[in-house]
């Protein structure tokens, strides 16, 4: 079928999809495989990574995507079918730019979607069954405020004021170091005190480790009666072939057609293999751990990693999306902080979701972004740039940035790039840290202070400039 669904911004764009007729800011399509043909020829295409970490920016067509290396990573830095293709493909949603400076943005309204981009032409395709699509034609902002708007939403009510153990102590925590910190925090406006990885035995062996040995729910005690709810991090649907859970559960493990575990990537010096998400027997582990670590009293998960629930790529994120909403009626009104997560199929479900990769002490690495070609390492650079590029999700669901960072101890950030991450707690309103503030000078605990307690007002004033409190800000020279 030929249609000509944006006649109303006066742009003949040709269609090769079932037409549903207009919806505001744009037009509804439906099919498996869509295809529209731009009457322009794009120099840039919008790139939207799979999961939380994926890079998310707009790429130059002249130039194909690099291979990210080294290989076994590849599972846990997005979607590998995008990572093995030779042209720009995004993930669930594409965009090119026309010559008068609008967008044109074709994005999926379910989940498993694909987008290739080339000059004049944006091809999706659900990766199973058929789904609808929007497609617009307007300003930057509003056309992905448009495809927003029929996106799922969850919105609950005040982003978290969080400290979290994992950038100032990664996983060398145990329970007296804990137990200093929280004296420390507890004279300042945080909410939630999260607990980070470093805390169990091991993957899928979710116990506390011998550093913690008057185990956890007596840390969430002494946690709330300092005033804080208490928060933990989980990886539910990770395991590394040592873990104690693949010896007896051989069956749960996620594998191909010829039985081989699919590789879910390599950290803590360890290959990784997912924990199959389709399984009954799988869902009610999970969903039994997810009960357990309320029960100790913990109402803030971090639940990370949750890609694996999802591989071997948009082929697996219906399953996910029913994995997900299993532990989201099990964890009833816990907030549920979704990381390393398929985006567009986490939207309705995680009360906040990361929208990039790690920050660190760091503005960048650049023997792992140069090269191997890999955008999605830990860093400030890194991170600030695929946030930047998901902020139009702030209607659907809390946009987590990742935490800020005030100390001059033990980084190599400049005044000037940790206020670039500072503000970005601003302009998301969630706000997080890892500083102990035993590591802070006088000015600088003022400093997270000042952050914590009161919000400054954020008037965005083009995609990448903000005016925040009395300055303005300009990311676009990081992109
Ligand atoms: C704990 C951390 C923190 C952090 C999470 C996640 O290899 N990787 O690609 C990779 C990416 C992110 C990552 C770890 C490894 O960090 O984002 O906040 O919770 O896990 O291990």
């Known amino acids: 079928e030929f249609s000509d669904p944006l006649r109303e911004s006066r742009l003949k764009v040709p269609v090769l999809a079932e037409a549903l007729g207009p919806v505001p800011g744009g037009y509804l399509l439906r099919g498996r495989e869509v295809r529209i043909f731009a009457p322009f020829a794009s120099k840039r295409f919008f790139r939207h990574g799979w999961q939380s970490w994926s890079l998310t920016t707009w790429v130059d067509l002249n130039f194909p995507p690099k291979p990210l290396f080294p290989e076994a990573r590849r599972p846990q830095a997005d979607d590998p079918f995008l990572l093995e293709a030779s042209e720009w493909w995004g993930s669930g949603l594409g965009a090119l730019e026309g010559p ?10 379910g989940v498993g979607a694909r987008v290739l981009g080339r000059e004049d032409l944006l091809l999706g395709r659900y990766a199973e069954g058929e789904g609808e699509w929007f497609l617009g034609y307007r300003e930057r902002m509003e056309v992905f405020a448009a495809y927003g708007r029929l996106l799922p939403r969850r919105l609950s009510k005040g982003p978290p004021r969080l400290w979290c153990s994992w950038y100032s102590f990664y996983n060398r925590i145990h329970e007296a170091l804990l137990l ?14 999260q607990i980070d990885d470093g ?13 913690f040995p008057r185990g956890m729910a007596f840390l969430a005690e002494r946690i709330w009666e300092k005033g804080f709810r208490a928060g933990l991090w989980l990886a539910p649907f990770l395991v590394t072939p040592d873990s104690p859970l693949v010896r007896a559960h051989p069956e749960w493990i996620l594998r191909d057609g010829e039985g081989r575990p699919i590789p ?18 799988v869902l009610d582990h999970v969903a039994g751990l997810v009960r357990k670590v309320r029960a100790w009293g913990y109402d803030y998960l971090k639940l990370d990693f949750l890609y694996a629930a999802a591989l071997p790529g948009a082929e697996g994120e219906v399953r996910y999306r029913k994995a997900m909403e299993r532990i989201r009626e099990e964890a009833g009104e816990a907030y549920l902080l979704f990381c390393g997560a398929p985006i567009l199929a986490s939207l309705g479900l995680a ?21 191997l070609q890999d955008p ?9 740039r695929t946030t930047l590029h998901r902020l139009w999700l702030r209607e659907n669901v809390q946009v987590d940035p990742d935490v800020a960072f005030f100390r001059s101890r033990f980084s190599l950030l400049s005044p000037e790039e940790m206020y670039l991450q500072e503000a970005m707690g601003e302009i998301t309103g969630f706000k997080a840290t ?13 400093r997270l202070w000042a952050f914590l307690s009161r919000d400054k007002e954020v008037k965005p004033l083009g995609p990448y400039r903000f005016r925040v409190g009395e300055e303005v800000l300009d990311y676009a020279f990081l992109l």
């Open 100 to 109: 008068d400076g609008k967008v044109l943005l074709l994005g999926a309204l």
């Open 180 to 193: 200093e910190v929280l004296e420390e925090v507890a004279g300042l406006p945080f909410e939630v005190f």
């Open 199 to 211: 805390w169990q035995r091991a993957l899928g062996d979710w116990e506390p480790n011998e550093r």
């Open 264 to 281: 879910a990537g390599f950290n803590w010096g360890k290959i990784l293999y997912a924990l199959d998400s389709g399984n009954e027997e």
């Open 351 to 371: 009360d906040g979701l990361r929208v990039g990769p790690d920050v660190a002490p760091y503005w960048d690495n650049e023997d792992r972004s140069f090269w």
């Open 376 to 384: 999605t390492g830990p860093g400030l650079r890194n991170a600030l």
């Open 434 to 446: 890892s500083d102990p503030p035993s590591w802070l000078s006088p000015e600088e605990r003022e």
